[in-house]
């Protein structure tokens, strides 16, 4: 069979058999670093048996995040495996990577997406599906690590700069990643990936109005995405929104932007139980959106993708009313946790999402005692389940809602108060304190600063004669 070698818009050698596949192929590399919606365009050329395109096809198959995905990518990752010979030496790693995945062995896959950045840094589809697996097993430096090792030789292009963004954001880097989220914006605007970074900077810095702004101004760029990018990008700016209590403008970006894109995806539809809970967790009455979610939730009883995508199924489950679905996946998580054999799964599943569930659920059913306990023991542990800092606050004001049901106020304040420091432009937080200090009796304490106290001003005095 005639081998054309050619090279993909990233300048990395590839072995076709079909030319006319590189345009598929460039979908795809092009398409997944810009979480645009045409990677999917590579399932065009599936007819090529070139390792690399049909690697590429079962990567898309396995981004489903669903229990049948491996099923659907395993016809495409043993036509790449049984030709692999042909392919180059990082075509082969590739594939070899996705292989790797599709078995369920995330650390060799990682190994590989890592060996691939030192050996071919421009190899950006790799290294981004790299990152992905370290966010969701809760390793902010590797994702770091991993994006900082192509930068000498990658630096031309804007999406390396998004991911070095994300990277330094979810390790507390905060100046680093604004830097590089802005870098990534200069080289090209529309780098929804680098807003993303961004808006979570603001978000934590507590530059809530900024942030509504900023991502007001860069949302006419959300075009050609991937369901799951431009779903997430207005729930950020639902969240900004959400702190200052514009709860009318919330619920119209769920209806319209959040929930609906792809309704069947996980990343939506936990976007959409994310959303819905905080939204109630500040008192908003969502009406009935709850029962379409959970249509499509009920199907995932079985999934066990990831620990971070089974606790919220559990808990949009449990808050539409399904208790018997949800005990049904409360009962799998403990059952898959039981079976789990790779260290790393085991001990998250078993140490992490077995208490989480248990106190979620404990909490949509109005058993706060135990949600206290139970949420308490995951919350320190919480980074090991993936998701981002962001993402797992959702688990931490659940949490922080049952230590008030429970009548746990001094506790609630605790926690509460550094919050609210942290987020002076957050109304909702002000909200809440405001009610807790009622319950405290603090609320008529002079809460102004320190000197203008009357019994401190002659100790003031005194120390500048």
């Known amino acids: 069979m005639q081998h054309t070698p050619?090279?993909?818009?990233?300048?990395?050698?590839?072995?076709?058999?079909?030319?006319t596949s590189a345009t598929a192929l460039n979908d795809f590399v092009e398409g997944f670093i810009a979480c645009e919606a045409r990677a999917v365009n590579v399932l065009n050329a599936a007819a090529d048996t070139s390792p690399i395109v049909q690697a590429s096809c079962a990567a898309l198959h396995?981004?489903?995040?669903?229990?049948?995905a491996p099923r659907n990518a395993r016809p495409f990752i043993d036509q790449a495996l049984a030709r692999a010979a042909e392919a180059s030496e990082r075509e082969q790693r590739f594939v070899a990577a996705i292989a790797a995945w599709v078995s369920g062995d995330l650390p060799r896959a990682i190994a590989l997406h890592e060996e691939q950045a030192r050996l071919?840094?421009?190899?950006?589809?790799?290294?981004k599906l790299g990152q992905y697996h370290l966010f969701n097993r809760g390793d902010s430096p590797g994702m770091l690590r991993l994006a900082l090792q192509a930068l000498p030789t990658a630096a031309d292009v804007p999406y390396l700069h998004g991911m070095l963004a994300f990277g330094w954001e979810q390790c507390h880097r905060l100046q680093e990643a604004e830097n590089a989220a802005r870098h990534a914006i200069t080289l090209c605007r529309k780098e929804p990936w680098a807003h993303h970074a961004l808006a979570h900077v603001m978000l934590t810095q507590g530059r809530i109005r900024e942030g509504t702004d900023f991502m007001a101004s860069v949302?006419?760029?959300?075009?050609?995405l991937n369901s799951f990018m431009v779903t997430h990008n207005w729930w950020h700016q639902a969240l900004f929104l959400l702190e200052q209590d514009r709860h009318a403008e919330v619920l119209a970006l769920y209806d319209q932007q959040v929930w609906g894109v792809v309704k069947e995806y996980t990343q939506d539809q936990i976007n959409a139980v994310s959303l819905l809970a905080r939204l109630e967790l500040a008192g908003v009455d969502v009406g009935h959106r709850w029962a379409d979610v959970a249509d499509h939730l009920a199907l995932r009883l079985a999934d066990h993708v990831l620990p971070f995508l089974d606790l919220q199924y559990l808990y949009g489950l449990a808050r539409a009313g399904r208790m018997e679905a949800a005990r049904t996946l409360q009962n799998n998580i403990a059952a898959h946790a039981a079976t789990r054999t790779e260290a790393h799964e085991r001990t998250v599943w078993q140490q992490v999402c077995v208490p989480a569930a248990h106190g979620l659920l404990a909490h949509?059913?109005?058993?706060?005692a135990t949600a206290v306990e139970k949420l308490g023991v995951a919350l320190p542990r919480l980074v090991e389940i993936g998701g981002s800092h962001a993402q797992r606050d959702l688990f931490h004001?659940?949490?922080?809602?049952?230590l008030q049901r429970n009548g746990q106020w001094a506790a609630v304040q605790n926690v509460l108060q550094p919050l609210v420091n942290g987020q002076p432009e957050s109304v909702r937080?002000?909200?809440?304190?405001?009610?807790?200090?009622?319950v405290l009796g603090l609320s008529a304490v002079n809460l102004s600063p320190f000197h203008k106290w009357p019994f401190v001003s002659p100790i003031l005095e005194s120390t500048h004669d």
């Open 120 to 127: 071919h840094p421009r190899d950006l589809a790799s290294l």
């Open 6 to 19: 050619s090279t993909d818009s990233l300048g990395n050698p590839v072995t076709l058999h079909d030319e």
């Open 397 to 402: 004001q659940i949490w922080l809602d049952a």
């Open 219 to 224: 949302c006419d760029t959300w075009t050609g």
């Open 364 to 368: 949509a059913q109005g058993d706060w």
């Open 429 to 438: 937080l002000a909200r809440q304190v405001g009610v807790v200090n009622g």
């Open 62 to 68: 396995m981004f489903a995040e669903s229990a049948n």
